[in-house]
């Protein structure tokens, strides 16, 4: 039967829609209400709205919008029977009885049962870690510093030797072998006899973001053993390695707290660092970074330190994984280790407070390229110099911010005291070779509708990077600049757009949130092509200044400053070839000789507008 409106009402009454939003995204507040970038779309700045005390949310960028039954359907892939069912268990509410089953129903407690049987594993796995055969894990775990309140908090456990001892636990607590077999628990031999997956290993239970089970790391506890060091759970309907991140249940709260992630290679260094206090530490489980990995994480947090291990392969990693996260729009810094080091043991040898010391002076990506092409000797020779610079402009080309690649390429140039001008040749041509560099979309189910490219908004480059930039930024321009900025704009729809966004500047309050927010503005058509202007573009993030620390927001003035020269200048070219173009009939010499007095009045400021500029580089 369909649930009574009562009901509804009340889950939506009981739901803090923040907080459930806020597992799967990392929200800032903004004003009354909260801002994030869309979990169900490709997006390098936030589109996607909550409203708290409306119990809402909406997403300008692909449509989505809703309460927070609509958010669990699109997020979890639940029906809305399902849906309701979880958002009541969730809030503490009794569910009427239902006349029959749907198949919805019965997929979720399939569902539902993988959960349960993963969960029985990890507690029998946690008990057997106390018992006499668990001396050798525990002792394992004794001599790498692991405290028993940190084995509790994140569920380390043993795997016994025998080969169908969970098998046997889990038959008698009423769990089928086909169930057992699909969570990853149980594999079969080539006769077809069941057996148990993991044996004789220390167990490291991996969390989805709400803290449920999904799958298990296993480290071998005889080094001797030809079997693989660490064991993983296979993919299952809820385990996917390529998606998941150790360590993140534990980090999650901590990551959008402070804003950034610790992202290392191993179990041990996750555990070992939340354990010292670095509670933002996350690691791969058992695979190497993916994309899929870094979209999940910047649900979450904008920035990230890579540490990974000191050795040669740990140093390749790093590079590749500064590769990915630029891509993903994340400000990245790399922390430095001695040679031979990994997090884990750097703080067990030399404190917590030795490794925070690292994290503050964590150096930027580029001096990180610089630094691996010094150490190998490349740099000697003037070869060696241009593949280090086109590796560290390729990583640039990687950023979806374009604000930041003038910034970065000058900050190259200076390092390497090279004309900006070949930076640039150079950057453009990489860009021609590789596709531009965007976020990929959120991986969801159901997946979310592709959003189309924009349609061209009529405006001049300079505009949209001026308008833009306003828009993101307000206060980079006092009121007294409006008026330059209303006299620089050339196009029709410029000033179209101007005329409207300036009565939102003088009311004192952000655009981007009053478009947002406002219902009588969200009509109207201009705020759809400004919203297009800082949502479907690609724009930077709110710390888009520490991916180099040199440069801070005055940059962002002069950049606003170099757009309204630059328009300028567009006037008065364009003005200079009106004036040159021949005339069909003959001018008198009064009219000759006021146009060659007014080209010599526009090629004087053409001269000093382009000198201006050439200052600003």
Not at 42 to 55: K, L
Not at 103 to 114: G, I, K, N, S, W
Not at 153 to 171: C, K, N, Q, S, V
Request: net charge neutral; glycine share 6%; aromatic share 8%.
């Amino acid at each position: 039967m369909p649930f009574p409106e009562w009901l509804i009402e009340q889950i939506r009454q009981r739901i803090d829609l923040v907080e459930l939003v806020g597992e799967v995204v990392a929200l800032k507040r903004v004003g009354k209400n909260y801002a994030a970038l869309c979990p169900f779309h490709s997006e390098d700045t936030p589109s996607f709205f909550v409203h708290p005390e409306r119990g809402i949310f909406k997403c300008f960028g692909c449509g989505k919008g809703g309460n927070a039954i609509t958010f669990v359907m699109e997020y979890y892939r639940m029906s809305f029977p399902e849906a309701v069912r979880f958002l009541a268990q969730r809030a503490g509410i009794p569910l009427p009885e239902e006349a029959e089953r749907s198949p919805e129903h019965e997929a979720h407690q399939r569902v539902t049962a993988l959960y349960q049987v993963l969960q029985v594993a990890a507690q029998f796995y946690q008990e057997a870690l106390s018992r006499a055969g668990g001396e050798v894990a525990r002792k394992y775990l004794s001599g790498r510093g692991v405290r028993a309140e940190t084995v509790k908090r994140f569920g380390i456990g043993y795997a016994p030797e025998g080969w169908d001892t969970l098998l046997e636990h889990l038959r008698q607590r009423g769990f089928h072998e086909a169930l057992m077999e699909e969570a990853g628990l149980v594999s079969r031999s080539e006769h077809g006899k069941p057996y148990d997956r993991f044996r004789h290993r220390l167990m490291f239970p991996i969390y989805d973001p709400i803290g449920r089970v999904i799958g298990f790391g296993a480290r071998r506890l005889r080094e001797e053993e030809a079997a693989p060091k660490y064991l993983n759970s296979p993919a299952t309907p809820l385990y996917d390695k390529s998606r998941v991140l150790y360590g993140l249940y534990h980090a999650r709260d901590a990551l959008r707290a402070q804003g950034y992630a610790v992202l290392v290679e191993g179990y041990l260094d996750v555990i070992t660092l939340h354990q010292a206090g670095i509670d933002t530490a996350v690691a791969t489980a058992g695979t190497a970074l993916t994309e899929e990995h870094l979209r999940v994480l910047r649900r979450y947090c904008q920035q990230v330190f890579v540490v990974y291990d000191a050795d040669r392969a740990g140093q390749q990693a790093t590079l590749r994984a500064l590769e990915l996260a630029l891509r993903q729009g994340f400000e990245v810094k790399v922390v430095l280790l001695p040679e031979g080091e990994d997090p884990d043991s750097f703080v067990r040898a030399h404190g917590v407070e030795a490794f925070r010391l690292r994290l503050r002076h964590a150096i930027p990506f580029l001096d990180f390229v610089v630094l691996q092409y010094q150490r190998q000797g490349i740099l000697q020779t003037p070869s060696g110099q241009a593949q280090a610079v086109r590796h560290a402009v390729r990583l640039v080309a990687a950023i979806p911010d374009p604000l930041m690649h003038d910034f970065l390429l000058r900050h190259l140039a200076t390092r390497f005291a090279l004309p900006e001008r070949l930076l640039y040749e150079e950057f453009q041509r990489q860009r021609r070779e590789s596709p531009e560099p965007k976020a990929a979309p959120v991986r969801v189910s159901p997946p979310a509708p592709t959003v189309p490219s924009p349609p061209s908004l009529g405006l001049l480059p300079e505009e949209e990077q001026l308008l833009r930039l306003v828009l993101l930024s307000p206060s980079l321009c006092s009121p007294q600049q409006w008026a330059l900025i209303e006299a620089a704009l050339l196009s029709e729809r410029a000033r179209q757009l101007w005329a409207f966004l300036r009565p939102v500047l003088e009311r004192g309050v952000d655009p981007v949130t009053a478009f947002a927010t406002d219902p009588d503005l969200q009509r109207r058509e201009e705020t759809q092509l400004l919203l297009q202007l800082v949502i479907v573009r690609e724009m930077p993030s709110p710390k888009w200044t520490q991916f180099v620390p040199e440069y801070s927001e005055p940059d962002a003035r002069r950049l606003l400053q170099e757009q309204l020269l630059r328009l300028q200048l567009r006037r008065v070219e364009e003005q200079l070839r009106h004036l040159q173009q021949p005339q069909q009939l003959p001018r008198s010499w009064e009219e000759e000789q006021q146009r060659l007095q007014r080209l010599q009045e526009l090629a004087l400021r053409r001269q000093q507008l382009m000198q201006q500029l050439s200052g600003m580089q």
